[in-house]
């Protein structure tokens, strides 16, 4: 399985960004897809899910009311819609794939392929 992220880019605060994940090898029904993000000096943490079959999201507390993840079976493709953007969100996003069994987990060991990331920046 191979992912591929685009859509990162410089904006202010405020404004907003919408991330792509094109996925190729499987289909993305196979999988739970997740967003992830990692900061300079920070820890990889999870930013949202969304599950293989019924679509069903979750999202990190610190992202809740402004981001969004879609996915796109046709596409093979899953998005996030990131919006009211912060300094905050500052960032290496990466997407990545995990076997369904972890429902809606955003615990990064239980991702399996992951994609090369794309940089998210937000100014103030």
């Known amino acids: 399985v191979q992912l591929v992220e685009s859509g990162g880019n410089y904006v202010q605060a405020g404004g907003s960004l919408r991330l792509s994940c094109v996925v190729s090898?499987?289909?993305?029904?196979?999988?739970?897809i997740g967003w992830f993000r990692q900061a300079p000096g920070k820890e990889r943490e999870g930013v949202a899910c969304i599950g293989s079959i019924d679509g069903m999201t979750n999202y990190a507390d610190s992202v809740k009311g402004r981001f969004t993840i879609s996915s796109d079976s046709v596409k093979n493709t899953v998005y996030m819609q990131m919006d009211g953007l912060k300094p905050g969100d500052t960032a290496v996003y990466y997407c990545?794939?995990?076997?369904?069994?972890?429902?809606?987990?955003?615990?990064?060991?239980?991702?399996?392929?992951w994609g090369q990331g794309t940089q998210v920046t937000v100014s103030s």
């Open positions: 990545a794939a995990a076997p369904p069994l972890v429902l809606l987990n955003l615990e990064v060991s239980l991702y399996d392929y």
């Open positions: 090898g499987d289909t993305i029904d196979d999988y739970t």
